[in-house]
């Protein structure tokens, strides 16, 4: 069972609608749940990031985690064609694991 | 705003030559990172170092790679003898402490023909 995983889509939505990426893990350890965007043939973007579970909001974009479904959620409201791009979970033990587990990215259009 | 920049942007090789990667991170981060990304594949964990010396590496970070902080501001990796399999995206990132705030530089384009 992969570590990480995340539907690649390709998610295409309309400008303005709400949009929802997930992810699952297998590791219960983990306790750092971060998202990343990644532009084509940039470096990831760190966008937020969670500690165990709850939700966190910043501006239109919501991060969820339900550590007993082991089950990560990023919500993106009013989505604008800029937001279109590649977005990455990763995962960390934190600690002195600095290491990221990421996921392999979920490619998310948005059409004016 | 302050952001970790790599050079350079593309790196062509033959099969066999020592490449080396050059990342100056965020000045006053403390933990630096690189990862590797192989087209259309995951971003993957490569090696952490801190207080001059590697604190964490993955399976991939065999004895063909290396890292060095030759002075205060750069961060190298070294590829001794490149294989094909190496051609991929590798990123450099870097924290001020908590592992879970990386920030990442643009990458550099390694092609091994």
């Known amino acids: 069972q992969k570590e990480v995983e995340q539907d690649p889509g390709p998610l295409s939505v309309p400008e303005g609608a709400i949009v929802s990426l997930n992810c699952t893990y297998s590791?219960?350890?983990?306790?750092?749940f971060m998202w990343y965007r990644q532009y084509s043939r940039k470096g990831p973007e760190l966008l937020m990031y969670?500690?165990?579970?709850g939700n966190k909001e910043d501006g239109r974009f919501t991060a969820q985690v339900d550590k007993s479904s082991k089950y990560i959620s990023l919500f993106i409201r009013d989505s604008q064609p800029s937001d279109s791009a590649t977005y990455l979970c990763?995962?960390?033990?934190?600690?002195?694991?600095?290491?990221?587990?990421f996921g392999k990215g979920t490619k998310l259009s948005v059409k004016p | 705003e302050p952001e970790v920049t790599q050079t350079p942007s593309h790196q062509v090789t033959q099969m066999g030559q020592e490449v080396i990667l050059r990342c100056v991170p965020i000045s006053n981060h403390l933990y630096f990172y690189w990862y590797r990304q192989i087209l259309g594949q995951k971003v993957e964990f490569l090696v952490s170092?801190?207080?001059?010396?590697?604190?964490?590496k993955s399976e991939i970070f065999d004895d063909q790679f290396s890292v060095e902080r030759p002075d205060g501001s750069n961060f190298t990796l070294k590829i001794r003898s490149t294989k094909l399999e190496d051609s991929a995206m590798y990123f450099c990132?870097?924290?001020?402490?908590?592992?879970?705030?990386?920030?990442f530089g643009p990458g550099t384009r390694l092609t091994v023909t």
């Open positions: 590791n219960s350890a983990f306790q750092y």
């Open positions: 170092f801190y207080n001059n010396e590697i604190s964490e």
């Open positions: 990132a870097s924290s001020e402490g908590s592992a879970h705030e990386q920030y």
């Open positions: 990763a995962m960390s033990l934190g600690g002195s694991q600095g290491n990221l587990i």
């Open positions: 969670t500690y165990s579970s």
